[in-house]
C-alpha cells in the first residue's frame, strides 16, 4: 500500500508540473492534413505499391538487386567497413527510439504537454504493425541467404522486406522535423532526417544484409507514416486527455488533494497548422529608444531641488545635524566680533 501510494505521488509530480505552468508556447501548431499532403500521400503510397509488384513479379528491379549483391561494395571499399558499422546504429530502433524519445520528453517538459511523446508513440506502433505485417506477409529472404540466383526469394519464411533499418530511420529522425515548432527548424530537421535515412539504407547495402529494392519499400514505408500522422492527430489529443484524466483518479485514490494552480492559467488552443490566426488584442505603443519602467514613487510634502536635498542612506543622514546650515544661495548673517 505505502508503495501504491509512493508511486502515485512520483506520478502525480510529474503531472502537476504539465498543468500549473500560465500558459503554453502559442506558436505550437497540430499539422493538419492539407491537399498537399494528400497528394504526397498518394503517390508515395503508388510508389510503394510499384516497387512491391516489381519484385513480386520478378522484373528488372530483381535483376539489379543481383548485380549489387555480386559487386559487394564491402569488398570495393573496406577502408569505410568500420565506419558504418557503427552509422547503422542510427536506424536500430532500440537505440534511436531512447534518444529520441529522451529529447522528446524535454520537450514535453518545457512545452507542458504529452503530444510529443504521444506522437513518438503512435508513429512507432504504426511502424511496427505496417512494416511487420509487410515482413512476415512477404517472407523475403536477405542476400546472405539466397537461394536461387536471379530468384525474388519471395515466400520462403524472411523477414527482410522492406528494410526495418530504413524505415525506422525515416519515422524515427522524421518525427522530430514534424513536430518542430518554426518553419526554419522545420526544414533544416527534414533535411537532416533525410540524409540520415539516406545514409542508412545505403549502409545495409554496403554491408549486405538488404537488398536494394527493400531499402526502396523502407523509406516509401516510413514516409507513409510521417505523411498519415495528422490523421491521428486527434486520437493523440484524445488519448493526452485520458492519461489526465487517470492520473486524477489516481490521485483520488490515493487521497491525495487536487493541487491549486500556482498562478491564473490561460489554455492556448492547438489550431491545424495553416489556419489564420486570431488578431492579437491592441497594446499601447511603447518607445523604442527607452525601456519601460515601473510607477514613480515620489515622497510625500513639496518637491524640493536636489541641491536643497540632503542625501541620506538607509541607516539615516551621512552629515550630522548642524543648526547654523543654511540651503545654497542663502547669505550668513555675520558673525558678531569678540575681543579676546
Not at 113 to 126: G, H, I, M
Request: hydrophobic share 45%; no cysteine; charged share 20%.
Amino acid at each position: 500500500m505505502r508503495t501504491e501510494r509512493d508511486l502515485i505521488r512520483r506520478l502525480d509530480r510529474v503531472f502537476t508540473r504539465l498543468d500549473r505552468e500560465p500558459e503554453r508556447p502559442a506558436h505550437i501548431d497540430v499539422p493538419r492534413m492539407s491537399r498537399h499532403r494528400v497528394v504526397l500521400f498518394s503517390a508515395t503510397l503508388a510508389f510503394y505499391l510499384a516497387i512491391v509488384w516489381a519484385v513480386v513479379t520478378t522484373s528488372w528491379l530483381v535483376r539489379l538487386d543481383w548485380q549489387v549483391m555480386f559487386f559487394r561494395p564491402y569488398q570495393q571499399w573496406p577502408q569505410i567497413h568500420a565506419f558504418l558499422d557503427y552509422y547503422v546504429v542510427l536506424g536500430q530502433r532500440g537505440p534511436t527510439a531512447v534518444m529520441v524519445a529522451a529529447w522528446l520528453g524535454w520537450r514535453s517538459w518545457r512545452q507542458h504537454t504529452l503530444r510529443p511523446l504521444l506522437t513518438l508513440a503512435a508513429s512507432l506502433l504504426l511502424l511496427n504493425i505496417t512494416v511487420g505485417a509487410a515482413k512476415l506477409g512477404m517472407g523475403r529472404l536477405g542476400p546472405h541467404y539466397a537461394t536461387v540466383i536471379g530468384s525474388n526469394e519471395m515466400g520462403l519464411g524472411g523477414d527482410i522486406f522492406p528494410s526495418g533499418h530504413t524505415a525506422n530511420a525515416v519515422v524515427t529522425w522524421g518525427i522530430l522535423a514534424y513536430l518542430a515548432s518554426t518553419p526554419r527548424a522545420r526544414r533544416w530537421l527534414s533535411a537532416l532526417s533525410a540524409v540520415t535515412s539516406l545514409g542508412v539504407g545505403l549502409t545495409t547495402v554496403y554491408l549486405g544484409t538488404h537488398w536494394l529494392s527493400d531499402v526502396l519499400l523502407g523509406w516509401a514505408a516510413g514516409l507513409l507514416i510521417l505523411l498519415a500522422l495528422p490523421w491521428f492527430e486527434p486520437l493523440i489529443a484524445r488519448a493526452e486527455l485520458w492519461l489526465f484524466v487517470l492520473r486524477d483518479r489516481l490521485r483520488a485514490r490515493g487521497g491525495l488533494p487536487a493541487p491549486e494552480p500556482a498562478v491564473p492559467v490561460r489554455p492556448v488552443a492547438l489550431r491545424p497548422r495553416g489556419t489564420p490566426a486570431e488578431p492579437a488584442p491592441l497594446r499601447e505603443p511603447v518607445s523604442a529608444t527607452r525601456a519601460s519602467r515601473g510607477p514613480a514613487h515620489l515622497a510625500p510634502g513639496p518637491h524640493t531641488a536636489r541641491s536643497e536635498r540632503t542625501p541620506v542612506t538607509p541607516v539615516g543622514s551621512r552629515r550630522p545635524p548642524h543648526a547654523d546650515r543654511l540651503p545654497r544661495g542663502t547669505s550668513q548673517p555675520a558673525r558678531p566680533l569678540t575681543g579676546g
